[in-house]
């Protein structure tokens, strides 16, 4: 296409009443707007010319339904999941979450439960907390932004670890069976690291408040617990579970019972993670080929069935980032 620098008016007017129609790829043609100009008699002027584009100008027409459908150009299918926490002391409705990651069709009883927005440091702790201490819940709520007390509990929790599971045999064996070293948990609480990060003290948290813990994991859309092996719990708390970070979901009705019940017939479950694997010498060749099995993973290599090592290998492998 030419470019026209400034000319005369007698030039201009001839390129704009020219017959020559510029084309543009790539354009809808829903939007396509004619560059020529409407045929004009011979006594056309630039002074007609500007009066014309004095007068409104007709509207684009809005495409419809139907053009819409016939528009070749689609959106990008999103890939993964784009979950974002909520921010600290802060509240998301339940239902958002649950319709859009786990559930296709809108429940009434999703209405009454909220997520609360926790730090990033000790959250899973904090959780606890605010699900089942209704005089720090209070405190929270009360005092925004205040969380100095957590460093505190850890340390008094810290000096009660050993004590604690020293007097429960259910819970010394089944730390034992899982290689899980509870005299080593006391240093991780004492200290000032993060404790979302450690499998055995989030496990141990739970049996210590004595509550059974569901986590709602927003990267597998499944749903698992922290210690199901604790058959004596009095109470049960619900958290969504996102990077090592945890926000509890509480309820405007202080039960939990109905989203409880509907996670557990509506959700798949998460078969195992990397703290409920024990060491390899533990389980029996069948044993292994079972839970592959309904991990989807197959124990064939070839034509011949996996060996033991390769089998755990395997398994370490498909839930070590759940």
């Known amino acids: 296409m030419r470019l026209l620098t400034i000319m005369d008016p007698k030039k201009l ?8 129609h510029i084309v543009i790829e790539g354009v809808n043609s829903l939007y396509e707007q004619s560059t020529s100009a409407p045929k004009q008699d011979s006594s056309f002027s630039i002074e007609s010319l500007f009066q014309s584009l004095q007068q409104p100008q007709p509207q684009p027409k809005k495409p419809t339904i139907i053009d819409l459908l016939h528009n070749k150009k689609t959106p990008k299918e999103t890939k993964g999941y784009s979950f974002s926490k909520t921010p600290r002391n802060e509240t998301s409705q339940i239902s958002d979450i649950m319709n859009t990651y786990f559930s296709k069709t809108d429940n009434p009883i999703f209405e009454h439960y909220y997520a609360f927005g926790t730090n990033k440091q000790d959250s899973f702790l904090e959780s606890i907390l605010l699900s089942l201490d209704v005089e720090y819940r209070t405190f929270r709520f009360l005092l925004n932004n205040n969380n100095k007390n957590i460093p505190d509990r850890k340390k008094r929790i810290a000096s009660e670890v050993v004590l604690f599971i020293d007097h429960h045999d259910d819970l010394k064996k089944h730390y034992h069976d899982m290689g899980i070293k509870y005299k080593r948990i006391p240093k991780k609480l004492f ?7 450690e499998g055995d003290v989030r496990i141990f948290l739970a049996d210590f408040f004595n509550t059974k813990v569901l986590l709602l994991n927003m990267k597998t859309k499944r749903y698992r617990f922290v210690n199901e092996h604790n058959q004596n719990t009095t109470s049960a708390i619900i958290m969504i579970e996102h990077k090592y970070n945890y926000e509890p979901i509480l309820s405007e009705t202080n039960t939990i019972d109905s989203l409880y019940q509907f996670i557990i017939n509506h959700i798949l479950k998460t078969i195992m993670t990397p703290n409920s694997l024990r060491a390899i010498y533990t389980y029996k060749l069948r044993q292994l080929r079972e839970i592959a099995i309904k991990l989807g993973i197959s ?14 290998e395997d398994i370490q492998h498909h839930i070590k980032d759940i």
């Open 13 to 20: 007017a001839t390129y704009l009443t020219s017959k020559k």
């Open 191 to 197: 200290s000032n690291d993060n404790s979302d990060i």
């Open 299 to 312: 124990i064939f290599n070839g034509n011949k069935k996996k060996l033991k090592n390769q089998l755990y």
